[in-house]
């Protein structure tokens, strides 16, 4: 396949989208490149260099580019039935609820289906307030949930709260960045301070009339911020004493990526509503929140999403996990994510300038720093324009933005990880040198 052909290239695209898109769409990269074309963990660009991609469409494509077996059956369906709309029976939406209750943790049975990660999130917690008829909410620092005006509200990142106008109603509670202790405490000796933190919150800062706390279990956009498990244990402990839900937003973790089908399993505990959208569907658009019986039954007034289980995703979406089971995805993103954890480990040693290594499975960050932690920014950009040279695509996270997020297609290899790896190591090298 000639990729050079037909394509405007990266400056005429950038051109365009000064004129027609609104600013607030950015991109990476001082001479960005036009991606044309992806297969497995592979990026192409319009003069045919390839890319060793580690950040999967910002962790969608868990089954890699362009899957055959998922787009075959896309095409299919695309062919045979392409959108109807929930008010007539079609069966890949039931389909496709059977399936995620089969493979969601706990209880969880009952789905509603949208077409976004920031929906799902409303979706979720509007049901939480229909449930348990109140109506605040607990965050956490450091979390994002989405773009909408609540999902925005309940985002604890400076950078991603556009709106200086939220929605009322919300507490923040820490978070548990351990490598940040805002008690300056070190875990396991820290007691867990920042969970016991939240029965502060809600005596302090609610009303006592909160529907529901919700969470990322490892936060994503915060920096790849993975909390010790007594963290969920100790929460739970607490929201279950004042009767309120646990939403767990599993749109960045969900669906084999930290090495099981879902991070909260990780965790000990079990969400009343759990959120999910890019993996499912391996790219296409899908989102959702599943919640047991119970929890379900309080949302009975007419709910519709015009894509919501549209027979093209929901067809994508049971191609997608039929391929994550059938190949074992999950479990070569457990085993394939503790060598790069481990390799990122040792490079640390050669390295001051890496932090902190983070994460579970493949879904890894390294936070850069300089002397006394201060955020490497800059640097952080440096190495993103550098691995981009080398032909290696990484992703950058955290409220400062100095961590590199690793969140590639479960589908690739030690051999792979060898490769990043000693793209990273260079370009750690160069950076330093500059800074001399
Ligand atoms: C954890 C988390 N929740 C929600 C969202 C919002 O999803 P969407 O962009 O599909 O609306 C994102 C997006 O990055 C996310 O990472």
Redesign the pocket.
């Known amino acids: 396949m000639n990729e050079k052909e037909n394509n405007i290239g990266p400056g005429e695209i950038i051109r365009k989208k000064r004129e027609f898109l609104i600013p607030c769409v950015y991109h990476f990269y001082q001479e960005p490149m036009q991606i044309v074309r992806g297969e497995g963990h592979y990026l192409f660009d319009h003069q045919g260099k390839r890319y060793l991609d580690f950040y999967g469409g ?2 969608v494509l868990n089954a890699g580019h362009c899957h055959p077996e998922i787009t075959d059956k896309i095409c299919q369906q695309v062919k045979t039935l392409q959108h109807t709309t929930t008010i007539y029976l079609t069966q890949p939406i039931v389909d496709l609820a059977e399936k995620v209750s089969q493979i969601a943790p706990g209880n969880l049975k009952k789905s509603f289906f949208c077409a ?4 799902a ?1 409303e979706g979720a917690l509007l049901l939480s307030q229909l449930s348990t008829k109140k109506h605040e909410f607990l965050a956490l620092t450091h979390g ?4 909408t005006k609540l ?1 925005m509200s309940v985002t604890g990142l400076k950078f991603w709260r556009t709106d200086s106008h939220p929605v009322g109603g919300i507490s923040f509670v820490p978070n548990a960045y351990c490598y940040r202790c805002v008690f300056n405490r070190t875990y396991p000796d820290c007691d867990i301070e920042c969970a016991k933190q939240i029965e502060n919150v809600i005596e302090t800062s609610t009303s006592g009339e909160v529907a529901a706390l919700i969470i ?1 279990p490892i936060q ?2 915060g920096g790849i911020i993975t909390p010790p498990r007594e963290y969920f244990t100790t929460m739970k402990e607490i929201l279950d004493r004042y009767g309120i839900l646990l939403i767990v ?1 599993e ?2 973790t969900g669906f084999g990526r930290t090495g099981k089908m879902f991070a909260i399993e990780h965790m000990g505990v079990e969400p009343d509503i759990m959120t999910f ?2 993996s499912i569907a391996n790219g296409t658009p899908v ?1 959702g929140f599943i919640t047991n019986d119970d929890i379900a039954s309080s949302y009975t007034r007419p709910g519709a999403s015009t894509f919501g289980g549209n027979p093209v995703t929901s067809v994508a979406a049971l191609a997608t996990l039929e391929v994550i089971e059938k190949y074992g995805l999950t479990q070569n993103a457990k085993t394939v994510g503790a060598y790069l954890t481990d390799s990122l480990q040792n490079l640390q040693e050669k390295h001051p300038i890496l932090g902190d290594v983070r994460g579970r499975g493949l879904m890894v960050g390294a936070e850069l720093v300089g002397s006394e932690k201060a955020p490497a920014t800059q640097e952080t950009d440096l190495i993103l324009e550098y691995m981009k040279e080398r032909g290696v695509l990484i992703g950058k996270t955290g409220a400062a933005r100095n961590v590199l997020a690793f969140q590639p297609s479960l589908i690739i290899n030690e051999d792979n990880i060898d490769e990043l790896i000693d793209a990273l190591d260079d370009a750690l090298s160069h950076v330093e040198k500059q800074q001399k």
Do not use: F, P, Y
């Open positions: 910002v962790s976004s990660g920031s929906e999130n994002l949930h989405g773009r999902t990322e994503g956009n937003d749109i960045q959208a890019k989102g």
